[in-house]
């Protein structure tokens, strides 16, 4: 009888234990790589705490639903929707990241609020930070196998990670399609004191494609488009020439102050009103068209990160890091929740 369990205890040990070897064994060089055993499984806790955050709720204002998405599919979409799939991808690993900043900092704020039954909205009809795999099909057509591929790849290989400040709270992440050539201060645009959001040189905006844009408008639906919009008592009494006074910039460009009929309107103001791509312009008076001509620079708010700036800097060799530090200078890239 001895003999027997004797036997039987070896058959456990040479069936159940001995293949483990086979596993560990060969995951000891990773673990030496990897520094120590400490640290190998603090990674492991780290991809933990991330798949903690298993969704985002968004309401989708074109079905008036909310749903829940995971935070990776999440990220597929909003960086489909948000760069062109043929950008370099370190580019898109820097929207990537950028891109679960922001929106890992609403779900944080919503999470805080009493009130709040989903973290922010999205209108995937209109593909506004979010969007389906079917649509993405119908965009991309016969390349949607590659885009796509091409977008998942750079998502996966930054997954989780997210940008703070020195007091590792979750930054503002802002970004915009390009820059003037130079990033906007957060305080010009938004208001605010944000020492990461300030003006930093872009030079890549200046050679991309749709840098400058000009629209042109009759004297007569340029005042009407001012008072129908505004209501103050614009003075158009003389020649249209002279509708124009001093303009206000900011160091980047970015027009804070206009006065037009004697009134002084918000640059923002003014891009609303005409559906300009920016605010950084200068208008024109051409008295035989006898209309106004803007000059527009740039695309976007102009506050952190320049997406065309970022392609440039990935052309140049440069990676999703130092994209990304230096747009949003004085940060840190962490992984979500590792501290």
């Not at 979750?170 to 010009?188: F, N, P, V």
């Not at 002279?242 to 206000?248: E, K, L, R, S």
């Amino acid at each position: 009888m001895n003999l027997y369990l004797k036997r039987k205890r070896f058959q456990l040990i040479y069936f159940f234990v001995l293949p483990l070897n086979f596993v560990l064994i060969p995951m000891i060089p990773v673990i030496m790589q990897r520094g120590n055993c400490k640290d190998f499984f603090n990674s492991c806790e780290s991809e933990n705490r991330i798949s903690n955050k298993k969704y985002f709720k968004i309401f989708d204002e074109s079905t008036n639903k909310i749903l829940k998405i995971s935070d990776k599919e999440f990220l597929y979409a909003v960086v489909s929707c948000e760069m062109p799939a043929n950008f370099e991808n370190e580019a898109l690993k820097a929207q990537a990241v950028a891109s679960y900043t922001y929106f890992s900092r609403l779900r944080e704020k919503a999470e805080n609020s009493e009130n709040s039954q989903y973290d922010f909205k999205v209108n995937s009809e209109k593909s506004v930070n979010y969007t389906t795999e079917n649509q993405l099909k119908q965009k991309w057509g016969k390349d949607f196998e590659k885009h796509y591929n091409k977008v998942k790849e750079a998502v996966n290989s930054v997954f989780g990670k997210v940008i703070t400040d020195n007091e590792n709270n979750l930054i503002l992440a802002a970004y915009h399609a390009m820059s003037s050539g130079k990033t906007e201060k957060c305080c010009d645009v938004f208001g605010g004191d944000l020492k990461y959001l300030t003006d930093v040189e872009s030079p890549g905006d200046r050679v991309s494609k749709g840098y400058q844009t000009i629209k042109e408008f009759r004297a007569e639906d340029f005042k009407s488009a001012l008072k129908d919009n505004i209501k103050s008592e614009f003075d158009f009494a003389n020649l249209p020439n002279d509708w124009i006074g001093n303009t206000v910039r900011t160091d980047s460009g970015m027009v804070k102050e206009i006065e037009i009929g004697h009134i002084k309107v918000k640059g923002v103001e003014i891009r609303k009103i005409f559906g300009l791509r920016s605010s950084n312009f200068s208008i024109d008076y051409n008295s035989e068209r006898n209309s106004f001509i803007f000059t527009v620079l740039g695309y976007g708010h102009g506050v952190g990160m320049s997406q065309c700036g970022a392609q440039y800097m990935a052309k140049q060799g440069k990676k999703y890091n130092e994209i990304l530090s230096w747009y949003y200078p004085g940060t840190n890239i962490e992984v979500l929740g590792s501290k």
